[in-house]
Protein backbone atom coordinates (compact mmCIF):
# COMPACT_ATOMS: atom_id res chain seq x y z
CA UNK A 1 0.00 0.00 0.00
CA UNK A 2 2.24 3.02 -1.32
CA UNK A 3 1.62 6.76 -2.15
CA UNK A 4 3.21 8.19 -4.39
CA UNK A 5 3.33 12.06 -3.65
CA UNK A 6 5.68 13.84 -5.77
CA UNK A 7 6.06 17.44 -4.82
CA UNK A 8 3.65 20.29 -3.36
CA UNK A 9 1.21 17.38 -4.49
CA UNK A 10 2.76 15.47 -1.98
CA UNK A 11 2.04 17.34 0.51
CA UNK A 12 -2.16 17.75 0.26
CA UNK A 13 -2.05 14.13 0.28
CA UNK A 14 -0.35 13.75 4.00
CA UNK A 15 -3.63 13.34 5.43
CA UNK A 16 -4.22 10.32 3.28
CA UNK A 17 -1.39 8.97 4.51
CA UNK A 18 -2.12 9.57 8.07
CA UNK A 19 -5.76 8.51 7.52
CA UNK A 20 -4.65 5.00 5.91
CA UNK A 21 -1.41 4.37 8.14
CA UNK A 22 -1.67 5.70 11.54
CA UNK A 23 -3.27 3.29 13.28
CA UNK A 24 -1.35 0.56 11.76
CA UNK A 25 2.13 2.50 12.46
CA UNK A 26 0.78 3.06 15.69
CA UNK A 27 0.37 -0.90 16.71
CA UNK A 28 3.91 -1.52 15.79
CA UNK A 29 4.78 1.04 17.70
CA UNK A 30 3.64 -0.30 20.78
CA UNK A 31 4.76 -3.86 20.06
CA UNK A 32 8.30 -2.43 19.71
CA UNK A 33 8.47 -0.24 22.70
CA UNK A 34 5.34 -1.71 24.99
CA UNK A 35 4.18 1.39 25.99
CA UNK A 36 1.17 3.29 24.27
CA UNK A 37 2.43 6.51 25.47
CA UNK A 38 5.92 6.12 24.11
CA UNK A 39 4.38 4.26 21.24
CA UNK A 40 2.35 7.19 19.84
CA UNK A 41 5.29 9.95 20.39
CA UNK A 42 7.61 8.06 18.25
CA UNK A 43 4.29 7.73 15.51
CA UNK A 44 3.60 11.33 15.85
CA UNK A 45 7.30 12.09 15.30
CA UNK A 46 7.96 10.11 12.16
CA UNK A 47 4.47 11.41 10.68
CA UNK A 48 6.34 15.46 11.10
CA UNK A 49 9.57 14.01 9.70
CA UNK A 50 7.85 12.62 6.72
CA UNK A 51 5.93 15.70 6.31
CA UNK A 52 9.14 17.40 6.75
CA UNK A 53 10.73 15.62 3.78
CA UNK A 54 7.67 16.07 1.74
CA UNK A 55 8.28 19.46 2.05
CA UNK A 56 11.58 18.97 0.46
CA UNK A 57 11.65 16.72 -2.16
CA UNK A 58 9.47 13.83 -3.53
CA UNK A 59 9.80 10.99 -1.42
CA UNK A 60 9.23 7.78 -3.47
CA UNK A 61 7.72 5.43 -0.35
CA UNK A 62 6.10 7.59 2.61
CA UNK A 63 5.01 4.20 3.90
CA UNK A 64 8.95 2.72 4.20
CA UNK A 65 10.08 5.81 5.53
CA UNK A 66 7.54 6.23 8.04
CA UNK A 67 7.62 2.18 8.69
CA UNK A 68 12.03 3.17 8.77
CA UNK A 69 11.46 6.26 11.39
CA UNK A 70 9.30 4.54 13.87
CA UNK A 71 11.86 1.52 14.30
CA UNK A 72 14.96 3.78 14.57
CA UNK A 73 13.14 6.19 17.09
CA UNK A 74 11.90 3.32 18.96
CA UNK A 75 14.70 1.99 19.22
CA UNK A 76 16.04 5.24 20.23
CA UNK A 77 13.31 5.44 22.68
CA UNK A 78 14.38 1.97 24.61
CA UNK A 79 17.83 3.40 24.42
CA UNK A 80 16.71 6.38 26.50
CA UNK A 81 14.78 4.18 28.86
CA UNK A 82 17.55 1.97 29.53
CA UNK A 83 19.32 4.83 30.72
CA UNK A 84 16.91 6.11 32.48
CA UNK A 85 16.28 2.96 34.79
CA UNK A 86 19.78 2.50 34.94
CA UNK A 87 19.99 6.27 36.65
CA UNK A 88 16.51 5.84 38.58
CA UNK A 89 16.24 5.83 41.81
CA UNK A 90 15.49 2.21 43.47
CA UNK A 91 11.59 2.55 43.94
CA UNK A 92 10.37 1.84 47.50
CA UNK A 93 9.05 -1.77 47.76
CA UNK A 94 5.33 -2.40 46.41
CA UNK A 95 5.69 1.12 44.58
CA UNK A 96 4.93 0.81 40.94
CA UNK A 97 6.97 2.62 38.76
CA UNK A 98 5.49 5.33 36.73
CA UNK A 99 6.52 3.57 32.96
CA UNK A 100 4.52 0.48 34.61
CA UNK A 101 1.35 2.51 35.37
CA UNK A 102 1.65 4.42 31.86
CA UNK A 103 1.42 0.47 30.40
CA UNK A 104 -0.87 -0.77 32.96
CA UNK A 105 -3.53 -2.02 30.07
CA UNK A 106 -0.74 -3.39 27.48
CA UNK A 107 0.84 -5.27 30.30
CA UNK A 108 -2.25 -7.28 31.00
CA UNK A 109 -1.18 -8.36 27.21
CA UNK A 110 1.10 -11.39 28.09
CA UNK A 111 2.19 -11.65 24.49
CA UNK A 112 3.33 -7.45 24.99
CA UNK A 113 5.19 -8.44 28.46
CA UNK A 114 6.90 -11.46 26.73
CA UNK A 115 7.92 -9.21 23.55
CA UNK A 116 9.74 -6.88 26.43
CA UNK A 117 11.56 -9.78 27.73
CA UNK A 118 13.22 -10.54 24.03
CA UNK A 119 16.41 -8.28 23.32
CA UNK A 120 15.02 -5.76 21.13
CA UNK A 121 17.00 -6.73 17.56
CA UNK A 122 14.78 -10.04 18.18
CA UNK A 123 11.37 -7.87 18.86
CA UNK A 124 12.05 -6.01 16.04
CA UNK A 125 12.76 -8.70 13.34
CA UNK A 126 9.99 -11.44 14.70
CA UNK A 127 7.34 -8.21 14.68
CA UNK A 128 8.36 -7.49 11.45
CA UNK A 129 7.79 -10.82 10.24
CA UNK A 130 4.96 -11.92 11.66
CA UNK A 131 2.99 -8.84 12.46
CA UNK A 132 3.87 -6.41 9.84
CA UNK A 133 4.33 -9.90 7.37
CA UNK A 134 7.32 -8.13 5.62
CA UNK A 135 9.74 -10.34 3.57
CA UNK A 136 12.88 -11.19 5.61
CA UNK A 137 14.91 -9.01 2.64
CA UNK A 138 13.00 -6.40 3.40
CA UNK A 139 13.21 -6.64 6.99
CA UNK A 140 17.08 -6.91 6.59
CA UNK A 141 17.21 -3.41 5.01
CA UNK A 142 15.05 -1.37 7.49
CA UNK A 143 17.02 -3.31 10.18
CA UNK A 144 20.29 -2.01 8.41
CA UNK A 145 21.72 -6.27 8.73
CA UNK A 146 21.42 -9.26 6.75
CA UNK A 147 19.15 -11.45 5.57
CA UNK A 148 20.93 -13.98 7.29
CA UNK A 149 21.33 -11.81 10.73
CA UNK A 150 16.79 -11.46 10.10
CA UNK A 151 16.46 -15.36 9.99
CA UNK A 152 19.35 -15.89 13.38
CA UNK A 153 16.92 -12.67 15.56
CA UNK A 154 13.63 -14.80 14.43
CA UNK A 155 15.23 -18.10 14.85
CA UNK A 156 16.07 -16.92 18.08
CA UNK A 157 13.41 -14.75 19.26
CA UNK A 158 11.09 -17.51 18.44
CA UNK A 159 12.50 -20.26 20.86
CA UNK A 160 12.50 -17.83 23.65
CA UNK A 161 8.84 -16.41 22.75
CA UNK A 162 7.65 -20.51 23.20
CA UNK A 163 8.97 -20.64 26.16
CA UNK A 164 7.27 -17.57 27.51
CA UNK A 165 3.89 -17.81 25.90
CA UNK A 166 4.50 -21.76 26.80
CA UNK A 167 0.94 -20.85 28.73
CA UNK A 168 -1.11 -18.53 26.90
CA UNK A 169 -4.02 -19.74 25.05
CA UNK B 1 25.30 -45.27 22.18
CA UNK B 2 23.44 -42.74 24.06
CA UNK B 3 20.13 -42.73 25.34
CA UNK B 4 17.73 -39.21 25.48
CA UNK B 5 18.69 -38.83 29.34
CA UNK B 6 22.23 -38.20 28.28
CA UNK B 7 21.39 -36.19 25.60
CA UNK B 8 20.54 -32.89 28.80
CA UNK B 9 17.14 -31.01 28.42
CA UNK B 10 15.40 -31.00 25.34
CA UNK B 11 15.25 -27.85 23.39
CA UNK B 12 12.13 -26.06 24.03
CA UNK B 13 10.08 -25.44 21.14
CA UNK B 14 9.66 -22.23 19.45
CA UNK B 15 6.35 -20.64 18.71
CA UNK B 16 4.21 -21.60 16.03
CA UNK B 17 4.27 -18.24 13.28
CA UNK B 18 0.70 -18.81 12.73
CA UNK B 19 0.27 -18.55 16.70
CA UNK B 20 2.56 -15.38 17.49
CA UNK B 21 1.07 -14.33 14.28
CA UNK B 22 -2.31 -14.18 16.41
CA UNK B 23 -1.24 -13.42 19.34
CA UNK B 24 -0.15 -10.38 18.13
CA UNK B 25 -2.80 -9.34 16.20
CA UNK B 26 -4.81 -9.60 19.38
CA UNK B 27 -2.69 -7.59 21.68
CA UNK B 28 -2.98 -4.92 19.43
CA UNK B 29 -6.29 -4.85 17.50
CA UNK B 30 -7.97 -2.73 19.88
CA UNK B 31 -5.28 0.04 19.61
CA UNK B 32 -6.28 3.32 17.48
CA UNK B 33 -5.43 7.13 17.13
CA UNK B 34 -6.39 8.63 20.26
CA UNK B 35 -8.44 11.86 19.75
CA UNK B 36 -6.28 15.21 18.44
CA UNK B 37 -3.41 12.88 17.27
CA UNK B 38 -3.66 14.53 14.03
CA UNK B 39 -3.75 17.82 15.23
CA UNK B 40 -0.72 17.26 17.41
CA UNK B 41 1.59 15.90 14.66
CA UNK B 42 0.37 19.43 12.77
CA UNK B 43 0.89 21.42 15.81
CA UNK B 44 4.56 19.72 15.31
CA UNK B 45 4.91 20.72 11.83
CA UNK B 46 4.21 24.00 12.44
CA UNK B 47 6.61 24.33 15.52
CA UNK B 48 9.39 22.63 13.34
CA UNK B 49 8.68 25.04 10.80
CA UNK B 50 8.81 28.04 12.98
CA UNK B 51 12.38 26.73 14.21
CA UNK B 52 13.72 25.82 10.99
CA UNK B 53 13.20 29.78 9.66
CA UNK B 54 14.19 31.17 13.03
CA UNK B 55 17.60 28.94 12.82
CA UNK B 56 17.43 30.23 8.86
CA UNK B 57 17.49 33.87 9.86
CA UNK B 58 19.89 33.55 12.76
CA UNK B 59 22.52 32.35 10.71
CA UNK B 60 21.77 35.11 8.18
CA UNK B 61 22.36 37.69 10.45
CA UNK B 62 25.28 36.19 11.99
CA UNK B 63 26.61 35.73 8.46
CA UNK B 64 25.88 39.03 7.49
CA UNK B 65 27.42 40.42 10.94
CA UNK B 66 30.59 38.33 10.43
CA UNK B 67 30.95 38.17 6.44
CA UNK B 68 29.94 41.83 5.53
CA UNK B 69 29.23 40.92 1.98
CA UNK B 70 27.90 37.40 2.06
CA UNK B 71 24.62 37.02 0.57
CA UNK B 72 21.92 34.13 1.96
CA UNK B 73 18.57 33.74 0.85
CA UNK B 74 16.39 32.06 3.22
CA UNK B 75 13.14 31.07 1.30
CA UNK B 76 10.02 30.74 3.67
CA UNK B 77 9.79 26.47 4.15
CA UNK B 78 12.72 26.13 2.28
CA UNK B 79 15.23 26.18 5.03
CA UNK B 80 18.59 24.46 3.84
CA UNK B 81 19.28 21.65 5.77
CA UNK B 82 22.81 22.48 7.12
CA UNK B 83 20.86 25.20 9.63
CA UNK B 84 19.37 22.75 11.24
CA UNK B 85 21.93 22.56 14.21
CA UNK B 86 21.37 26.26 14.59
CA UNK B 87 19.82 27.79 18.05
CA UNK B 88 16.38 28.83 17.90
CA UNK B 89 15.19 32.90 17.89
CA UNK B 90 12.09 33.57 19.24
CA UNK B 91 10.30 33.68 15.71
CA UNK B 92 6.77 33.26 15.29
CA UNK B 93 4.75 32.73 12.23
CA UNK B 94 2.72 35.96 11.51
CA UNK B 95 -0.45 35.99 13.20
CA UNK B 96 -3.68 36.44 10.66
CA UNK B 97 -5.69 39.16 12.34
CA UNK B 98 -9.29 39.19 12.15
CA UNK B 99 -10.89 41.96 10.38
CA UNK B 100 -12.22 43.49 13.97
CA UNK B 101 -8.19 43.86 15.00
CA UNK B 102 -7.61 46.05 12.36
CA UNK B 103 -6.39 49.51 13.12
CA UNK B 104 -8.74 51.47 11.57
CA UNK B 105 -7.46 53.08 8.28
CA UNK B 106 -7.52 56.71 7.98
CA UNK B 107 -9.53 56.68 11.55
CA UNK B 108 -7.80 59.28 14.15
CA UNK B 109 -3.90 59.15 14.49
CA UNK B 110 -2.54 61.25 17.15
CA UNK B 111 0.81 61.87 18.18
CA UNK B 112 1.58 63.75 21.43
CA UNK B 113 4.61 64.84 23.10
CA UNK B 114 5.40 63.89 27.04
CA UNK B 115 8.56 65.32 27.67
CA UNK B 116 11.30 66.48 25.61
CA UNK B 117 15.33 67.13 26.45
CA UNK B 118 18.20 68.30 24.22
CA UNK B 119 18.83 65.38 21.94
CA UNK B 120 15.39 63.17 22.75
CA UNK B 121 12.07 63.44 22.37
CA UNK B 122 9.51 61.61 24.18
CA UNK B 123 5.77 60.84 22.08
CA UNK B 124 2.50 58.97 22.41
CA UNK B 125 1.03 57.44 19.78
CA UNK B 126 -2.72 57.27 19.87
CA UNK B 127 -4.60 55.23 17.70
CA UNK B 128 -8.59 54.40 17.32
CA UNK B 129 -8.84 50.16 16.81
CA UNK B 130 -11.66 48.59 16.06
CA UNK B 131 -11.83 46.06 18.24
CA UNK B 132 -9.66 47.42 21.41
CA UNK B 133 -11.23 51.06 21.55
CA UNK B 134 -8.25 53.44 21.62
CA UNK B 135 -4.74 52.43 22.12
CA UNK B 136 -1.41 54.35 23.25
CA UNK B 137 2.51 53.62 23.13
CA UNK B 138 5.12 55.63 24.10
CA UNK B 139 8.12 55.92 21.55
CA UNK B 140 11.17 58.01 21.57
CA UNK B 141 12.90 59.80 18.60
CA UNK B 142 16.84 59.91 18.48
CA UNK B 143 17.58 62.76 15.89
CA UNK B 144 20.56 62.06 13.98
CA UNK B 145 23.67 63.85 15.16
CA UNK B 146 23.80 67.59 13.55
CA UNK B 147 19.61 67.76 13.74
CA UNK B 148 17.43 69.19 16.05
CA UNK B 149 14.74 66.95 17.56
CA UNK B 150 11.95 66.48 15.22
CA UNK B 151 8.33 66.67 15.52
CA UNK B 152 7.03 62.88 14.46
CA UNK B 153 4.45 62.54 11.45
CA UNK B 154 2.47 60.57 10.40
CA UNK B 155 2.68 59.29 7.33
CA UNK B 156 -0.13 56.52 6.73
CA UNK B 157 -1.11 53.24 6.91
CA UNK B 158 -0.97 50.49 5.08
CA UNK B 159 -1.23 46.33 5.52
CA UNK B 160 2.39 46.07 4.89
CA UNK B 161 2.54 42.49 6.34
CA UNK B 162 -0.46 41.39 4.54
CA UNK B 163 -2.43 40.14 7.68
CA UNK B 164 -5.48 41.94 7.52
CA UNK B 165 -4.27 45.07 9.86
CA UNK B 166 -3.11 47.73 8.85
CA UNK B 167 0.78 48.90 9.75
CA UNK B 168 0.53 52.68 10.56
CA UNK B 169 3.51 54.52 9.39
CA UNK B 170 5.59 57.54 11.10
CA UNK B 171 8.36 59.98 10.17
CA UNK B 172 10.95 60.04 13.01
CA UNK B 173 13.70 62.52 11.76
CA UNK B 174 14.19 63.82 8.51
CA UNK B 175 18.03 64.90 7.66
CA UNK B 176 19.82 66.10 4.32
CA UNK B 177 16.41 64.93 2.37
CA UNK B 178 16.60 62.00 3.61
CA UNK B 179 13.42 60.97 5.94
CA UNK B 180 13.24 58.00 8.72
CA UNK B 181 10.01 56.19 8.92
CA UNK B 182 9.35 53.88 11.99
CA UNK B 183 6.35 51.36 12.24
CA UNK B 184 3.43 50.77 14.69
CA UNK B 185 1.65 47.57 14.53
CA UNK B 186 -1.05 45.84 16.45
CA UNK B 187 0.63 42.09 18.17
CA UNK B 188 -1.93 40.35 20.27
CA UNK B 189 -4.01 43.01 20.73
CA UNK B 190 -1.67 45.74 21.75
CA UNK B 191 -0.04 48.61 19.67
CA UNK B 192 3.39 48.34 19.09
CA UNK B 193 6.41 49.68 17.69
CA UNK B 194 8.43 47.66 15.20
CA UNK B 195 11.87 46.49 16.46
CA UNK B 196 14.25 46.02 13.73
CA UNK B 197 17.58 44.18 14.69
CA UNK B 198 16.78 44.80 18.63
CA UNK B 199 16.07 48.92 18.32
CA UNK B 200 12.90 50.25 16.87
CA UNK B 201 12.80 50.04 13.32
CA UNK B 202 13.94 53.33 11.28
CA UNK B 203 13.32 53.00 7.24
CA UNK B 204 15.43 55.66 5.16
CA UNK B 205 13.03 57.28 2.43
CA UNK B 206 14.44 59.95 -0.24
CA UNK B 207 18.21 60.91 -0.39
CA UNK B 208 20.32 63.21 -1.93
CA UNK B 209 22.96 62.94 -5.25
CA UNK B 210 25.04 61.16 -3.20
CA UNK B 211 22.23 57.89 -3.12
CA UNK B 212 18.61 57.22 -2.42
CA UNK B 213 16.88 54.75 -0.17
CA UNK B 214 13.69 53.50 -0.66
CA UNK B 215 11.08 50.28 0.86
CA UNK B 216 8.46 48.24 -0.99
CA UNK B 217 5.91 45.66 0.86
CA UNK B 218 4.51 42.98 -0.49
CA UNK B 219 1.74 41.76 1.15
CA UNK B 220 1.39 38.18 -0.54
CA UNK B 221 4.59 37.38 0.43
CA UNK B 222 4.71 38.98 3.84
CA UNK B 223 8.26 40.65 2.99
CA UNK B 224 9.40 44.17 3.48
CA UNK B 225 13.00 44.68 1.06
CA UNK B 226 14.92 48.21 1.79
CA UNK B 227 17.28 49.62 -1.03
CA UNK B 228 20.06 51.32 -0.55
CA UNK B 229 21.61 53.13 -3.43
CA UNK B 230 24.99 54.57 -3.37
CA UNK B 231 25.57 56.83 -6.90
CA UNK B 232 29.50 56.94 -5.80
CA UNK B 233 29.71 53.04 -6.63
CA UNK B 234 26.53 52.19 -8.42
CA UNK B 235 26.11 49.67 -5.65
CA UNK B 236 22.49 48.79 -4.33
CA UNK B 237 21.96 47.02 -0.97
CA UNK B 238 18.44 45.15 -0.88
CA UNK B 239 17.93 43.98 2.35
CA UNK B 240 14.80 41.31 2.77
CA UNK B 241 12.75 41.02 5.87
CA UNK B 242 10.10 39.01 7.55
CA UNK B 243 7.54 40.14 10.25
CA UNK B 244 7.63 38.40 13.22
CA UNK B 245 5.43 39.47 15.78
CA UNK B 246 7.07 42.64 16.83
CA UNK B 247 9.71 42.88 14.93
CA UNK B 248 11.33 42.72 11.17
CA UNK B 249 13.56 39.81 10.93
CA UNK B 250 16.53 40.19 8.31
CA UNK B 251 16.32 37.06 5.73
CA UNK B 252 18.70 37.82 3.35
CA UNK B 253 21.03 40.82 2.25
CA UNK B 254 22.28 41.51 -1.15
CA UNK B 255 25.26 43.63 -2.77
CA UNK B 256 24.89 44.63 -6.50
CA UNK B 257 26.45 46.92 -8.89
CA UNK B 258 24.38 48.22 -11.56
CA UNK B 259 26.46 48.85 -14.65
CA UNK B 260 23.74 50.27 -16.33
CA UNK B 261 21.21 53.19 -15.83
CA UNK B 262 19.92 54.06 -12.65
CA UNK B 263 16.72 51.94 -12.28
CA UNK B 264 14.34 54.55 -12.05
CA UNK B 265 11.44 51.97 -11.30
CA UNK B 266 12.83 51.68 -8.01
CA UNK B 267 13.08 54.76 -6.39
CA UNK B 268 9.90 55.37 -4.74
CA UNK B 269 8.31 53.57 -1.59
CA UNK B 270 5.90 50.60 -2.45
CA UNK B 271 3.74 49.99 0.29
CA UNK B 272 -0.05 50.20 -0.15
CA UNK B 273 -1.05 53.92 -0.29
CA UNK B 274 2.17 55.53 1.30
CA UNK B 275 2.60 58.16 1.54
CA UNK B 276 -0.62 59.00 2.75
CA UNK B 277 -0.17 62.60 3.82
CA UNK B 278 2.75 65.28 5.00
CA UNK B 279 5.64 63.17 3.79
Known amino acids: MMIELPGRQGLDDFTALYVRHYDQLLRLAVLLVGDMAAAEDVVQEAFIR ?4 LDRRPVASPLAYLRQTVVNLARSELRRRLVRLRHAPRPMPDAASAEEGACVALSRQEVVRALRRIPARQREAVVLRYWADLPEAEIAGLMGVTVGAVKGYISRGMAKLGLLLEDVA | MTTPADQGPSRPASISPDR ?17 AYDRIQQGVRRRRSVRRASAALLAVAALAGGGAATLVAAAGSAPAQLGAAAALPYTEPVPATPTADVSPGGPVVIRRVGNAMMTSRFVLMVRTVSSGTQSVPFTVKPKPGTSPAVPVVVGSADAAGDGAAEIFVQVDESGGKQFWTIFRLVSGQLTQVQMSGRPVELAVGGTVLGHSWFSCDSASGELVTYGYRTGGMSLVTGTYRWAGASLVLVSKQHTTLRGPWPAEYTGVSCGGLPQSAA
Do not use: C, E, Y
Request: glycine share 10%; proline share 10%; hydrophobic share 50%.
Open chain 2, 20 to 36: LTRLLNGAVQAVTAPPG
Open chain 1, 50 to 53: VHHA
